[in-house]
T-cell receptor
């Protein structure tokens, strides 16, 4: 079965520091998708990125960047020059095939606190 | 545009009561998912609809849980004879793709069973 491990339960940094959230996954599928979601205190899961298993190019979006390494089954997320508004719980997720679709298998989440 | 909405946002039930949780997906989205998120955990899959067809319900924890989407739009998750272990946030997600990429989530319903 698919599994996602986010070993860091909580991270606390001072504003403007860079921070990396780790994600390691296990899958038997040759084709799969990886995701990152942000869950602010309001509770809604906000989609950040989707990555196809065939595309190992790193991606940058503003202060956010993602490093996908198939060889180590990792999909890490870095926030550069963190801001207080980045404080949230971040979830890494992996697709798993079900009948007719792909469900998401989530990690336990990493609670990120950015202190002013 | 409007995102996924869920109601009620908070529900308190006495043990043994039945509850119904509603999800309004993004207009036109064919795929709809329900997830359960226990405190301090990641969401876990419950069930999936493609239009009105429930194609997978393997994540429903017991036969007290029932979901429907009769017209392929709004969905209702019903829990009968609630138990304390049912206390969780119930998240609904929808996707424009029949296969489910990418899923957009609602704010969730926090259910507390006393």
């Amino acid at each position: 079965a698919q599994k996602v491990t986010q070993a860091q339960t909580e991270i606390s940094v001072v504003e403007k520091e860079d921070v990396t959230l780790d994600c390691v996954y296990e899958t038997r599928d040759t084709t799969y998708y990886l995701f990152w979601y942000k869950q602010p205190p309001s509770g809604e899961l906000v989609f950040l990125i989707r990555r196809n298993s065939f595309d190992e190019q790193n991606e940058i979006s503003g202060r956010y960047s993602w490093n996908f390494q198939k060889s180590t089954s990792s999909f890490n997320f870095t926030i550069t020059a963190s801001q207080v508004v980045d404080s949230a719980v971040y979830f890494c997720a992996l697709s798993e095939r079900i009948q007719g679709a792909q469900k998401l298998v989530f990690g336990q989440g990493t609670r990120l606190t950015i202190n002013p | 545009g409007a995102g996924v909405s869920q109601s009620p946002r908070y529900k308190v039930a006495k043990r043994g009561q039945d509850v119904a949780l509603r999800c309004d997906p993004i207009s036109g989205h064919v795929s709809l998912f329900w997830y359960q998120q226990a405190l301090g955990q990641g969401p876990e899959f419950l069930t999936y609809f493609q239009n009105e067809a429930q194609l997978d319900k393997s994540g429903l924890p017991s036969d007290r849980f029932f979901a429907e989407r009769p017209e392929g739009s709004v969905s209702t998750l019903k829990i009968q004879r609630t138990q304390q272990e049912d206390s969780a946030v119930y998240l609904c997600a929808s996707s424009s793709s029949p296969s489910g990429f990418t899923q957009y989530f609602g704010p969730g319903t926090r259910l507390t069973v006393l």
